[in-house]
C-alpha cells in the first residue's frame, strides 16, 4: 500500500521520558527505542519522502507526516496498554520497541531492516553467519510491524525471511506479498488487493456500469491492482474505455498529466477507478477542479480517507465518489491518550512539537473541520484503519506470546524462544480483539474486509462528510446499509448517451471511443443473446427470424415444387401437349402415304414429331428438386428443338422446289434437297455443343444460402453460360433461316399453307425467345426455371399448333382435301386462274403489239433493234403458255 498524506512538516527533535525520537537535523531520522524482554520493532514512513535523483549520495528525509507519526504512538500505546495490563497478558515479560522512520525509500527500510537485526547474544554486532552454509545467529528482534507501502515491504520480507523474523504489515495490500515461496515470514493484518480489486468490481456490478477507465501506477501497488482490475473486467465483459499508468516521475503539469486530464475529458467512462498512491490522486483532482470536470470516481484504499485529498480547494464539484477503506474501528482509549497530551508523559514531545508548530500551549480549544497544526489539534489526525490494523498486530503478537511461552495470568512457562517458532504461534493465531476476529490464512492474509465509504457533499454539509453505505468481507457478497437507488443505472442508455446493453437479438456496436455502443439489429445468419459485441453465427441451413434474433430455425427450402400452381400449369400443359403430340402421330400414322403426309415431310414429320415429345418431355426436369439427371433439360432441349427446326428446314426446300417458276432459283434449291443430310447435320453440330456443355461444364444442382430460405437450383457458372448462349443462338439462327424461307415461299401455289403456317410458328419461337432471354439473365428465385419450361413448351406449341395440328384437322375433319384428285382440282383451279389472267394479259398485249410494231416501222431510224426483239420475244412466249394452259 501506499501512504496517506495529510499535513507536511519540517523535521524536529521530539523526545520523551519514556520514549526518544532523534531528529536533530534533517540528516538524522527519527528513531524511537524502549527496552524490553521481548523487542518488538517498527518500520513507519513518518517522512514522506527523501530528497533522491538521478545521483548517488546521501539522503535526507522531507514532508514529515502528522498522521504516521500518530500511528508510531499507536503502536507505542498498545504495547504500554499491554505491559499495563491486569491482569497481566504476559506475567514477568516486558514488551519493547525499536521504531525507525524509513521514510517511505527502500534504501532506508533496508539500512534500519539490519539495525533491527542486531546479534542477541552481541547488541552490538551484526546478524552475519560464520560461514555462508551457517544459520543466522537468533536476533534480538523477534517479530517486526510494518512497513506501510508494498513496495518497501517486499524488500524488508526478502531480508526479514532469511533469519526468519515474522514481519506483519499493516497498510501493504500487494497481492504479490501473498506469495509464501518469496516471502514466507510476511503476514499482514489488512487485505490483500485481491479482495479489494473483487470488491471495486462487485461495487461496478451492483450499480450496473459497463464502462470505467483505469488509473495506476508502476509501483507494485498500482501496477499488480491495475493488472487484477483488468482481469476482473474483461472476464465480465465490463469495458475498460482506458488504462493509465503513471511513472515514478508523475508531477503536476508534466505531459502524462495532461494527457491524462484530456483522456478523461474526452472519455465516456460510467466511474474513473484511481488505483494509486495519494500524491498521485491530488495531481489529478487538482487539475479536474481547474478544468471544472465532473465524472464518478471510485477511490482505492490509499486516498478514500486521505486529508490531503479532502482538503483540496472545491474538491466537492469532482462529482460523487465512491471509495474503499480498510474495515474501520477505534483504538480503545487512543484519543483519549491523544488529548490527555499521552497522560502526562509526553510533555517533552508536546513542548518540542508546540515549537515545532509555533502553538500555544494556552489554545487547547480545536475546530478539527479547520485543522490546525497545533498540538492539541493532534486528535484530529487520528485515522481509524491503519491505526487499528497496528493496534491488531500488537495484540495477535501478545496473544502469540502468551501461547508460545504457556502464559497464563501469573507466570510463563517459557522465557526463552526463537523467531521462528514466534513465527507459526502467530501464523496459526486465531483471536477475537474487541469483536474483531482475526485469523491468517495459508497466504499470511487475514479474514479482515473493507467498507465501503462514500463522500458527501450535500449543501448541508461544510465540506465532505466520509460515510460508510456497506461492507465487504472476503469471499462474500457485498452489502450495502443505505439505499442506493440513485446512484443505481436502471435505464440502458448512458449520461453519454451510450447504450449499456442490447436486447436479443441486438448486437453492441461502437458507437465512438472504446466504450460507448449503439445497438444494431443482427442479420438474419445470425444470432445474439443481447449485451454481445458481436453477432454469433446461426449454424449451417439456419437462420434467424425478424423479430427472433435470438434464436435459428431451419430454413424453408425453395425450389419449384410439384404441388406448386404454376409448376401445375406446365404439368397439365406438358401432358396435354404430350398427348395431343401422341394423337398426331397416331393420325399421321393411319395417313400414312397420303398427299397431306407427304406435304409436311413425309418420313420426316415421324422425326419432327419425336423431337417435339422429346421437347414437351424436358418440361419435367425443371419441377420438383434439382438433381444430376434434372439439370439436363436445356441441352437435352437444345438438341430436340434443332432436330425440329431441322425437318422442318428440310421441308421447307421441299416446297420452294415444288412450286419456284424461276428455273435459277429451283436449280439452287434443289441442291439443298437432301432431307437426311439437312437434318444430321444442322442437329448434328447441336449434339455437339450439348455434348461438349454436358461432358466440359455440366451444370449441377446447388445450394444459394438466401436470408431465410435455401434455394436449389441447377447451376451456371460464367463458363456454362457460353454454352447456354451458343445453344439459343444456334437454333434461333435457324429459326431465323426457317422464317426466311418461309416467308418467301408463302405466296406460292401450296393447297396446305404449309409455308404461311411456318412463318407464324417460327415467329412465336423467335419472340419467345427474346422475350425469354432477358428475363432468364435476370430472374432470381424458384420460378427461374419455370420461366425456361414456358419457353420451350411455347416454343415447342407453336410448331405443333401451327404445322402439324391443321394437317391433322385436314386429315381427320377435311379428308376431300386429304386425295391425289383434289390436289389436281386444285391445280386445274389455280390453272384456270392463271389461263384467265394470261388471256386478258395476252388481248392487251395483241392490241398494243402491233400499234407499237407499225410505230416502230415508222420510225425504225430512231429504235435500235435490241429493242425490238424482247418485244417479239414476248409475244411468242405468251401465245405458247397460252396454247399450253388451255
Known sequence: MIPKTTNFHTDKTISTSSNWFTAGSENTDLHAYLHGDVIIGGLFPIHQQTNRTTHPGPLTCEMLDT?????????????????????????????????????????????????????????????????????????????????????????????????????????????????????PTFLRTVSSDKHQTQAIYELVKTFSWQSVAIVGSTDEYGKYGTDNLL??????????????????????????????????????????ILFTKDTNVRIILEAVVEENLN?????????????????????????????????????????????????????????????????????????????????????????????????????????????????????????????????????????????????????????????????????SKAGVEKIKIGEYLPNENISFNKDLSQWRSTGNVSVFSCFKTCKPGQRMNLHHGKCCYTCVNCSSDEVSYGNDTSCRPCEANKFSPENQRYTCVNKTEEFLEWSDPFSIILVTTSAIAIIATAVIAIVIGLNCGTPIVKAIGGYLCYVEMASLLLGFCTTFTFIGKPTLNSCLGIPLFGISFSICISCILANLIQILLGFSFDPRVGSKIKKLNHPVAVVVIISGVQLGISLAWLFVLPRLPSEEQKDSTILYQCNMCEESKKFFAATIVYNSFWGVVCFIFAFKGRQLPDIYKNASLITVSMVLFLIIWIVFLPIYLTLEGKYK??????????????????????????????????????????????????????KALGADLLHILPKAAANMKTDTDHIQPQFLRPLQETATSFEGRTKLHT
Request: glycine share 4%; hydrophobic share 35%.
Open 67 to 183: 498522521q504516521t507519526l500518530l500511528r508510531t504512538q499507536v503502536m507505542i500505546y498498545s504495547i504500554q496498554e499491554i505491559n499495563k495490563r491486569t491482569p497481566r497478558l504476559l506475567p514477568n515479560l516486558t514488551l519493547g520497541y525499536d521504531i525507525y522512520d524509513t521514510c517511505g525509500d527502500v534504501s532506508h527500510a533496508i539500512q534500519a531492516t539490519l539495525q533491527l537485526l542486531k546479534d542477541q547474544s552481541d547488541p552490538q554486532g551484526c546478524l552475519i553467519p560464520a560461514s555462508i552454509n551457517s544459520s543466522l545467529p537468533e536476533p534480538e528482534t523477534k517479530v517486526v510491524i510494518g512497513e506501510r507501502y508494498s513496495e518497501v515491504s517486499i524488500a524488508v520480507a526478502r531480508v526479514l525471511a532469511i533469519p526468519s523474523v515474522t514481519q506483519i504489515s499493516y497498510a501493504s495490500t500487494s497481492e504479490q506479498l501473498s506469495l509464501k515461496y518469496k516471502f
Open 231 to 272: 482481469t476482473l473486467f474483461n472476464d465480465n465483459n465490463i469495458c475498460v474505455d482506458f488504462v493509465e499508468i503513471l511513472p515514478d516521475t508523475f508531477v503536476k503539469n508534466c505531459s502524462t498529466a495532461r494527457n491524462l486530464l484530456e483522456k478523461i475529458y474526452v472519455s465516456t467512462a460510467e466511474a474513473i
Open 295 to 459: 465524472r464518478t470516481w471510485i477511490a482505492s484504499d490509499t486516498w478514500s480517507t486521505s486529508s490531503t485529498i479532502l482538503e483540496i480547494t472545491g474538491i466537492e464539484s469532482i462529482g460523487p465518489v465512491f471509495g474503499f477503506n480498510f474495515r474501520q474501528k477505534e483504538v480503545p482509549g487512543f484519543q483519549d491518550y491523544v488529548t490527555s497530551m499521552f497522560n502526562g508523559t509526553t510533555n517533552n514531545i508536546l513542548s518540542y512539537y508546540q515549537t515545532f508548530t509555533n502553538s500555544s500551549k494556552d489554545d487547547m480549544k480545536c475546530n478539527c473541520a479547520n485543522k490546525t497544526s497545533g498540538i492539541n489539534c493532534l486528535y484530529c489526525y487520528i485515522d481509524y484503519d491503519e491505526s487499528y490494523n497496528i493496534y491488531l498486530a500488537v495484540q495477535v503478537i501478545a496473544e502469540g506470546l502468551r501461547n508460545l511461552l504457556k502464559c497464563n495470568n501469573q507466570s510463563c512457562e517459557r522465557t526463552k524462544f526463537t523467531a521462528i517458532e514466534l513465527f507459526h504461534e502467530i501464523r496459526n493465531i486465531n483471536v477475537t480483539v474487541n469483536d474483531t476476529k482475526i485469523y491468517f490464512d495459508e497466504n499470511g492474509d487475514p479474514s479482515l474486509g473493507y467498507d465501503i465509504l462514500f463522500w458527501n457533499t450535500s449543501a
Open 785 to 838: 426455371p419455370a420461366i425456361s419450361s414456358a419457353a420451350i413448351l411455347i416454343s415447342c406449341f407453336s410448331i405443333l399448333g401451327c404445322h402439324l395440328a391443321p394437317k391433322c384437322y385436314i386429315m381427320l375433319f377435311r379428308k376431300e382435301l386429304n386425295n391425289q384428285s383434289a390436289i389436281t382440282c386444285w391445280k386445274v383451279e389455280q390453272g384456270g386462274l392463271l389461263y384467265r389472267s394470261w
